[in-house]
């Protein structure tokens, strides 16, 4: 079965950085966009970012702009998340997803294959 790995999450203060990865199982990441959604308890799964398959004019949720940062590394065939400055607000399950491509609908769960998530906490 076709689907995506996340790790890198856990538990970090307020201002702190981690990084989330993602890898493909059963298939390769580099002819994929990919997409980052996160999930609050009790809230919808909102996108967080999205890199096209070449990595050019990645995308981002307004909330994130200037903290998160979305690359590729495809000779590794996988895909980062660089988190900066957390709040407890970005505090939830992270998931990537694939699909052929970002496009300006990048924020919307319509994606073809999904991982399982990696759970983020920012408190102090």
């Known amino acids: 079965q076709l689907k995506l790995v996340e790790s890198g999450g856990g538990l970090v203060h307020p201002g702190g950085s981690l990084r989330l990865s993602c890898v493909a199982s059963?298939?390769?990441?580099?002819?994929?966009?990919i997409g980052w959604f996160r999930q609050a308890p009790g809230k919808e799964r909102e996108g967080v970012s999205c890199?096209?398959?070449?990595?050019?004019?990645?995308n981002y949720a307004d909330s994130v702009k200037g903290r998160f940062t979305i690359s590729r590394d495809n000779a590794k065939d996988t895909v980062f998340l660089q988190m900066n400055t957390l709040k407890p607000e970005d505090t939830g399950v992270y998931y990537c997803a694939a699909r052929p491509g970002c496009g300006t609908g990048w924020g919307n769960p319509s994606y073809d294959y999904w991982g399982q998530g990696t759970k983020v906490t920012v408190s102090s």
């Open positions: 059963e298939f390769t990441l580099r002819y994929y966009a």
């Open positions: 890199i096209s398959v070449t990595g050019s004019m990645p």
